[in-house]
């Protein structure tokens, strides 16, 4: 039963998902598609057990495996076409034993229940390009629940009732009736101010996010599900939230922009009780966050008892002479004192034993400082949320649009949108803040950090393996602290804790990673007035887990790799990619990210789909 100083909700048996976007920059190798899937394990890489390889690669890996599976079971699948689909090869499906559903033109698309059988001769049509299962979207959100322990914080009555949480965004459109309150008569967007400078309505009327990115941030922070029936609620779905825009119609900003934004949550602090800061946005790395201006920013919001939690970036694919991704974190998610997060995905089942890091998700250390991030990972592959309808992701992608199973469309059509990314896995842990914070308000930001890290859970695999199913290529992706964090956030865990870290600002800030070149060894070291490795409680071991530091101690320091091969096929290709010439922690050239090439704020890239 939800605690009576709670307001009660029907619309919050649920947990919905989160996601990522922006638009693409310069060093951003990668397909993005509506027709990728990636592959889970190296295991489902043939079709079946009697290895049809000419047609194996029409086949998303996922469905491969239930097909080997389920046997003869038909199955219910998304058939993707080379060219736009006629009736006449909808009407050779059924002649195959095919079930039709539906006609989805906007991906050149049939829905079919199909026999296995009868999908491998469907795959030898030469127009066939791609056949996905039909995931069910409820399901997929109710594993994202499962996956953070959202419930356990619901049901003792935490809804992040009064805490305020910035949205430093594209803006936040509160005409959604999920960011209403319990009466659906007053917006919990209390707070708008635009710091682009540039339009912010449309001829649908007044309009604060014109990109489409901000509000379904918002959602996931703060939805309470009212469209959905409960089943796309955010993770505090009683938050107070501040729209700072910084982004324009096409996701483009500044420094300048999200520095001012910054400058206000703070002024708003004690007026709305700011708590939070959510920055799913980042850029390159062109200088060391100490004399980067907007690291210092989120560094002085920090310090004034704001929590700030920043994405890690989507660039886990950026492999440069075989750095596998490591070294591509943004800023200012750079910086030591913030929270910065990376991406987790489900796998599609309930169990969080094997969900998997995405492959986009950006690895540390980071560029120059050679800071150890992200600090902690959440979900945010294929992520449901709130939608602002007239938006550029709306007109971009329409086929992104989604309502609630069985759901009435009283208050419009497909009032919810999917995302994949760093950036909606990033609102996952701020609503996670402020379940913490209506729990226990006396929390600082050092307490919280230190709390989620050390409370993640650390059980992973050593190795995973994704391909991209258009092109083949493969992601070989390795669960050390550089990819992970301390671990997969845990709401219930964090709640459950008594452990308090120092309350200074900085007492909990993410070490640093040192190579020695006489052993040819990385170590963590930490700083003086760093909470890890400083007792018992808080060692280096406890917050990241045996599991994600190897090694033996050199002089005291805990090695995180010796000579290893993570770092790439070619080995000092790629470690000197990510270490630079000079591999001192204080110095060293940005291999990684040109100066040139990231000018002023992006907001990160869209992986519209995601991966399977």
């Known amino acids: 039963m939800r605690s009576d100083k709670k307001k009660t909700s029907n619309q919050r048996n649920e947990r919905h998902s989160a996601v990522w976007g922006g638009k693409p920059v310069a060093l951003l190798i990668l397909v993005l598609s509506t027709t990728v899937a ?13 290895g049809d390889s000419a047609v194996s690669h029409k086949f998303s890996p996922d ?3 239930m097909m080997k ?7 219910r699948v998304i058939v993707q076409y080379k060219n736009a689909p006629t009736a006449s090869q909808f009407s050779k499906a059924q002649g195959m034993g095919a079930k039709f559903h539906s006609h989805l033109s906007l991906i050149k698309a049939g829905t079919f229940t199909m026999s296995p059988a009868a999908l491998r001769r469907l795959a030898s049509d030469p127009n066939v390009a791609f056949i996905s299962p039909d995931h069910p979207l409820k399901a997929m959100d109710d594993l994202t629940d499962a996956a953070v322990g ?9 809804d992040g009732s009064g805490i305020g949480v910035a949205i430093i965004d594209s803006g936040v459109n509160d005409n959604h009736t999920d960011l209403e309150d319990s009466t659906g008569t007053v917006s919990r967007v209390v707070y708008h101010q635009d710091f682009t400078g540039t339009a912010t309505s449309n001829s649908n009327g007044a309009k604060w996010d014109l990109y489409g990115h901000g509000t379904h941030v918002a959602g996931i922070v703060g939805g309470n599900g009212t469209w959905s029936g409960g089943q796309f609620a955010g993770v505090a779905p009683n938050v107070t939230l501040i729209d700072l825009r910084v982004l324009d119609k096409n996701g483009s900003g500044s420094d300048s922009m999200v520095i001012a934004a910054i400058q206000r949550a703070i002024q708003l602090k004690d007026t709305y009780n700011i708590r939070v800061i959510n920055l799913s946005l980042g850029r390159g790395i062109a200088t060391g966050y100490a004399s980067d201006p907007l690291c210092q920013a989120v560094e002085s919001a920090w310090r004034a008892g704001i929590v700030v939690v920043v994405a890690a970036g989507n660039y886990g694919r950026l492999s440069l002479n075989g750095s596998n991704g490591y070294g591509t974190v943004t800023a200012p998610g750079n910086d030591p004192m913030v929270l910065t997060v990376g991406a987790m995905k489900t796998m599609n089942t309930a169990a969080r034993s094997d969900d998997q890091i995405a492959s986009y998700s950006s690895k540390g250390p980071t560029t120059y400082d050679h800071v150890v991030k992200p600090d902690i990972v959440a979900p945010g592959n294929t992520i449901v949320s709130t939608i602002d309808h007239g938006s550029t992701l709306e007109s971009q992608y329409p086929g992104n649009k ?20 760093t950036s909606m896995a990033t609102p ?10 209506d729990q226990n308000p006396a929390l600082t930001p050092d307490q919280i950090k230190a709390r989620l890290m050390k409370t993640a859970y650390k059980t992973f695999p050593t190795v995973t393996v994704a391909v991209d199913a258009t092109t083949g290529q493969t992601f070989t992706e390795y669960y050390d602290l550089f990819t992970v964090g301390a671990g997969y956030l845990d709401i219930a865990a964090a709640l459950n804790s008594t452990d308090l870290a120092p309350a200074a600002a900085g007492s909990a800030v993410s070490p640093s990673a040192v190579y020695n070149p006489s052993t040819g060894t990385v170590s ?7 909470v890890w490795g400083t007792s018992v409680v808080w060692g280096t071991s406890v917050v990241w887990g045996n599991s994600v530091v190897w090694g033996t101690n050199v002089s005291g320091n805990s090695v995180v790799w010796g000579t290893s091969v993570v770092w790439g096929s070619s080995v ?3 470690f000197s990619v990510v270490w630079g010439t000079n591999t001192s922690s204080d110095s060293g050239s940005s291999v990684v990210w040109g100066c040139s090439d990231f000018d002023g704020v992006d907001a990160l890239s869209v992986d519209i789909e995601g991966e399977q």
């Not at 599976?69 to 199955?75: D, K, M, T």
Request: overall charge positive; glycine content about 12%; proline content about 3%.
């Open 69 to 75: 599976a389920n046997g003869a079971a038909s199955q």
């Open 402 to 421: 989604r309502t609630a199973s069985g759901a009435s469309n009283g208050y419009g059509p497909r009032p919810y949108f999917v995302l994949s990314g």
């Open 524 to 530: 963590i070291v930490n700083g003086s007035s760093v």
């Open 428 to 437: 996952v842990v701020s609503g996670a803040i402020a379940l913490l914070l």
């Open 38 to 50: 990636f592959a889970q394990t190296r295991q489902v890489m043939q079709l079946s057990d009697n």
């Open 63 to 65: 469905l491969a495996k």
């Open 150 to 158: 959202v419930s356990a914080a619901w049901s003792a009555g935490y």
């Open 572 to 574: 000092m290709s790629g």
